[in-house]
């Protein structure tokens, strides 16, 4: 054998594991994908999360060590405490008194006297009545005048709708099992039906079009109160949608979500995908807006008076990917990412003032940044494999490298869109019972109830309770004064929230 096939069949050899290498790490990441896990939390070894765990045990941070939680004088209780949980105690209280004995069973055996009462012996039990369904008989006087003029009566109640001859109570319930709980029309029907309830799907349709008439202007005071906001986190999910063209068949529309920092939101609905939504919505706001690394929003994050952040929790997904796949590299990255983490949790535990997060963030966050861009660009310097999800991870990180270190220079701000993707998360899930939008006229309508509900949930309301409240008061209310009526300050007006 020469010298030049010996060179020849290295380099082939060395061509081959190469090949090797990038189809295990294929083959890892589709058994991922077909039978892992779909949470962002490492896989458990002894490699990840230990760099992480030595930057603050041991103080590795690149200057001075993060300042510890202060010592409280309880010590902290160890595992779950036994016995079940108190009931809730804003739960209405119902007194019952358990009859006595019999006097024969009262009499004692040995000195044959009545015995008399020791003590009493008290327990609370969770208890339930059924819904109970009636027929409200309402009846008014009509004045007639005897020259012909036109009658004079009184108004029906305000949470009665005459024409679809049902009231607040029965609508709410239907939208709370609609846009909160996620029961399609016809599972609804059923449900009804039990209670010996005849109501059609289509009815029910018509009833939620005109709850959504009537709340259509708590939807536009929340489009405005986050558009006033100057901080928007902005985020899209598919949603099926009935087919025009071909009987049966379905076309993937979208549901975007606007989320103002710590305050409300609103969904807007169309029926692709494209950016010209949000651009069209957006089109006079300037501030903060914080997206994924998607490139479907018309062009905003570049737009003259936008700042756009990027999300660390969407790069790190490609990372936690790589890890799962079989390549170590990746931990040292995670590592430094869950710092990043770490302190902004830190900063919200302790509510953490703005000049001192920005501090924060200058003396430990930064460095670790500079650090990680490092890592990253000597990695593409060194590694040659293109198809692994490693390259894949390292490239988003260095495509996103602006938006991503945009995150550490505002304050207040967040360093993920996870409150836009939490927002959307109830709504894809329960995708799985409804299926589908069944109309074009539906979707609009849809994003309005999920819009106020979704708000109901972060106040920690009773969307059915608000739906029944609002429905009933806001023909009456002045439009001036809306503001009011939203899930945020319906609170502190009416009712407690929910613990």
Same mark, same amino acid.
């Given at each position: 054998?020469?010298?030049?096939?010996?060179?020849?069949?290295?380099?082939?050899?060395?061509?081959?594991?190469?090949?090797?290498?990038?189809?295990?790490?294929?083959?890892?990441?589709?058994?991922?994908?077909?039978?892992?896990?779909?949470?962002?939390?490492?896989?458990?070894?002894?490699?990840?999360?230990?760099?992480?765990?030595?930057?603050?045990?041991?103080?590795?941070?690149?200057?001075?060590?993060?300042?510890?939680?202060?010592?409280?004088?309880?010590?902290?209780?160890?595992?779950?405490?036994?016995?079940?949980?108190?009931?809730?105690?804003?739960?209405?209280?119902?007194?019952?008194?358990?009859?006595?004995?019999? !006097?024969?069973?009262?009499?004692?055996?040995?000195?044959?006297?009545?015995?008399?009462?020791?003590?009493?012996?008290?327990?609370?039990?969770?208890?339930?009545?059924?819904?109970?369904? @009636?027929?409200?008989?309402?009846? &008014?006087?009509?004045?007639?005048?005897?020259?012909?003029?036109?009658?004079?009566?009184?108004?029906?109640?305000?949470?009665?709708?005459?024409?679809?001859?049902?009231?607040?109570?029965?609508?709410?319930?239907?939208?709370?099992?609609?846009?909160?709980?996620?029961?399609?029309? %016809?599972?609804?029907?059923?449900?009804?039906?039990?209670?010996?309830?005849?109501?059609?799907?289509?009815?029910?349709?018509?009833?939620?079009?005109?709850?959504?008439?009537?709340?259509?202007?708590?939807? &536009?005071?929340?489009?405005?109160?986050?558009?006033?906001?100057?901080?928007?986190?902005?985020?899209?999910?598919?949603?099926?949608?009935?087919?025009?063209?071909?009987?049966?068949?379905?076309?993937?529309?979208?549901? *975007?979500?606007?989320?103002?920092?710590? /305050?409300?939101?609103?969904?807007?609905?169309?029926?692709?995908?494209?950016?010209?939504?949000?651009?069209?919505? !957006?089109?006079?706001?300037?501030?903060?807006?914080?997206?994924?690394?998607?490139?479907?929003? /018309?062009?905003?994050?570049?737009?003259?008076?936008?700042?756009?952040?990027?999300?660390?929790?969407?790069?790190?997904?490609?990372?936690?990917?790589?890890?799962?796949?079989?390549?170590?590299?990746?931990?040292?990255? $995670?590592?430094?990412?869950? &710092?990043?983490?770490? $302190?902004?949790?830190?900063?919200?535990? *302790?509510?953490?003032?703005?000049?001192?997060?920005?501090?924060?963030?200058? &003396?430990?966050?930064?460095?670790?940044?500079?650090? !990680?861009?490092?890592?990253?660009?000597?990695?593409?310097?060194?590694?040659? !494999?293109?198809?692994?999800?490693?390259?894949?991870?390292?490239?988003?990180? $260095?495509? %996103?490298?602006?938006?991503?270190?945009?995150?550490?220079? @505002?304050?207040?701000?967040?360093?993920?869109?996870?409150?836009?993707? #939490?927002?959307?998360?109830?709504?894809?899930?329960?995708?799985? #019972?409804?299926?589908?939008?069944? %109309?074009?006229?539906?979707?609009?309508?849809?994003?309005?109830?999920?819009?106020?509900?979704?708000?109901?949930?972060?106040?920690?309301?009773?969307?059915?309770?608000?739906?029944?409240?609002?429905?009933?008061?806001?023909?009456? %209310?002045?439009?001036?004064?809306?503001?009011?009526?939203?899930?945020?300050?319906?609170?502190?007006?009416? @009712?407690?929230?929910?613990?």
């Amino acid at each position: 054998m020469t010298t030049a096939d010996a060179t020849r069949l290295v380099e082939e050899n060395q061509q081959l594991k190469a090949e090797l290498r990038v189809l295990s790490l294929q083959v890892k990441e589709l058994q991922k994908q077909l039978f892992g896990r779909r949470s962002d939390k490492r896989p458990d070894s002894e490699e990840s999360g230990q760099g992480m765990l030595e930057g603050i045990q041991e103080g590795a941070w690149n200057e001075a060590q993060v300042p510890a939680a202060p010592k409280t004088r309880r010590p902290q209780r160890k595992g779950k405490k036994k016995g079940p949980k108190p009931l809730n105690p804003d739960l209405p209280r119902v007194s019952e008194v358990v009859d006595d004995p019999g !006097l024969k069973e009262l009499i004692c055996p040995v000195t044959g006297k009545l015995m008399r009462v020791g003590f009493v012996e008290s327990i609370e039990v969770l208890s339930r009545v059924p819904a109970r369904y @009636h027929v409200r008989s309402i009846s &008014r006087n009509v004045f007639v005048s005897p020259a012909g003029e036109a009658p004079v009566y009184s108004p029906w109640p305000k949470n009665v709708m005459p024409k679809s001859r049902i009231d607040t109570g029965v609508i709410s319930s239907l939208l709370t099992g609609r846009f909160a709980d996620h029961q399609p029309y %016809h599972r609804q029907q059923g449900q009804l039906a039990r209670f010996g309830v005849d109501l059609a799907p289509n009815t029910m349709v018509s009833l939620v079009k005109q709850a959504c008439e009537k709340l259509q202007p708590l939807y &536009r005071c929340l489009i405005k109160k986050v558009l006033a906001s100057g901080y928007i986190q902005l985020d899209p999910t598919p949603i099926p949608m009935i087919s025009d063209k071909k009987s049966g068949s379905t076309k993937q529309a979208c549901m *975007w979500t606007y989320r103002a920092l710590d /305050g409300p939101e609103f969904f807007e609905f169309n029926q692709t995908k494209i950016g010209a939504t949000p651009a069209r919505t !957006l089109d006079e706001y300037e501030g903060l807006l914080q997206t994924d690394g998607a490139t479907n929003f /018309g062009g905003l994050p570049a737009k003259p008076g936008i700042t756009h952040l990027g999300c660390w929790a969407h790069s790190r997904r490609y990372f936690v990917t790589a890890a799962e796949s079989g390549e170590a590299c990746a931990n040292a990255y $995670l590592d430094r990412i869950d &710092r990043l983490f770490y $302190l902004e949790r830190l900063a919200r535990r *302790w509510k953490i003032k703005p000049e001192t997060l920005r501090r924060l963030r200058g &003396r430990h966050s930064l460095p670790i940044i500079d650090e !990680l861009f490092k890592m990253a660009r000597d990695y593409v310097a060194q590694e040659l !494999l293109l198809k692994t999800p490693m390259p894949k991870a390292v490239k988003y990180l $260095l495509g %996103h490298e602006k938006p991503l270190r945009e995150c550490f220079k @505002h304050v207040p701000s967040r360093i993920d869109n996870n409150l836009a993707e #939490n927002a959307l998360r109830p709504l894809k899930l329960g995708a799985k #019972n409804w299926l589908f939008i069944g %109309h074009p006229d539906a979707g609009p309508r849809a994003a309005i109830m999920f819009t106020l509900v979704e708000n109901c949930r972060q106040a920690k309301i009773n969307p059915e309770a608000y739906f029944a409240d609002v429905l009933a008061r806001i023909d009456d %209310h002045p439009n001036s004064r809306i503001e009011e009526l939203i899930p945020q300050n319906w609170v502190a007006q009416n @009712h407690p929230v929910i613990n």
